[in-house]
């Protein structure tokens, strides 16, 4: 079964002061003394944060001193995947990436810690090296699909395609039952250009069930755009409403379904969509255009 790591939110403040023109000089030499003064007050409390963290990650691994090996290893493993976790959070990237590493070098080697690190690596969009992690990852466990599924992702992410491919045809032997690696090569698919395909794949994924409701946007909204390419105005239409109810005002299921009714001659239909797309891009010469087209 692939299981797709969840993305982890930075919680990181940030925060924004907007200056009106009118506002006088004091006020507005204030107004950054107060954000110099926030800054401060948050490096200070991240930096007290991570000094604790450090030291309550020492006193546990002290504790794990006197277990057993193979028992030792495993908590030490979930001490640091804890620790890199609240780094992260913190957008301290490099010390995440020091206990992704340390992982690594805990034995007996756990395979998994190469689908961990990987994953980190794709949300900072390092690909090259999450695909080596992945790969590795796939030769120390090759019956866990885990790996070519993130292989693939990888791939895809830097544009390689027809690698993604291999990889997703290898997590879909591997785990036939799930609909996430179909999901993704029908994604590749559409960027070749093989649309047949492509709609094969996504007509399988959503068979098979995708639990999350995000991927069952994108694979809406993926047939959805497919069936445009294929011709198929009445199924693109179907496919992007469903899209449309599980995510309302999305810009793009909006526009390819103005498209599909525009081809359909529903040139009220059509008009809504782009009228509704241009709400929410208004400077889009592409929507003017349409808009315009639908008016004349």
Do not use: C
């Amino acid at each position: 079964m692939v299981r797709l790591l969840p993305r982890l939110f930075t919680t990181a403040a940030v925060i924004a002061t907007t200056v009106a023109p009118s506002l006088p000089p004091a006020a507005a030499a204030d107004t950054d003394l107060s954000d110099r003064l926030t800054d401060q007050i948050l490096q200070i409390y991240r930096r007290d944060f991570t000094r604790q963290l450090d030291s309550e990650f020492e006193q546990h691994k002290k504790a794990l001193g006197e277990t057993e090996t193979s028992e030792r290893a495993n908590r030490l493993r979930v001490l640091l995947k804890q620790r890199a976790d609240t780094y992260e959070t913190l957008e301290e990237f490099d010390r995440a990436e020091a206990d992704y590493n340390a992982r690594i070098e805990v034995r007996p080697l756990d395979p998994s810690v190469y689908s961990d690190r990987g994953y980190f690596y794709m949300r900072q969009s390092r690909y090259s090296d999450a695909a080596r992690d992945f790969i590795t990852g796939s030769r120390l466990q090759p019956y866990d699909a885990i790996f070519s599924y993130g292989a693939g992702r990888a791939f895809a992410r830097m544009g390689a395609y027809d690698d993604s491919l291999e990889q997703y045809a290898e997590a879909i032997r591997l785990a036939p039952n799930d609909g996430l690696p179909r999901l993704s090569r029908a994604e590749a698919l559409l960027e070749l250009g093989r649309y047949v395909e492509a709609r094969a794949d996504y007509d399988r994924a959503l068979t098979l069930g995708l639990p999350r409701a995000p991927d069952r946007y994108f694979a809406f909204f993926g047939r959805g755009y497919d069936l445009t390419r294929l011709g198929d105005y009445e199924g693109a239409v179907r496919d992007l409403n469903a899209a449309l109810r599980l995510r309302p005002g999305m810009i793009n299921a909006l526009v390819w379904r103005g498209y599909a009714r525009e081809r359909l001659g529903q040139r009220a239909g059509a008009l809504d969509d782009y009228e509704a797309a241009l709400r929410l891009s208004p400077n889009d010469g592409w929507i003017r255009a349409s808009i315009k087209r639908m008016r004349s």
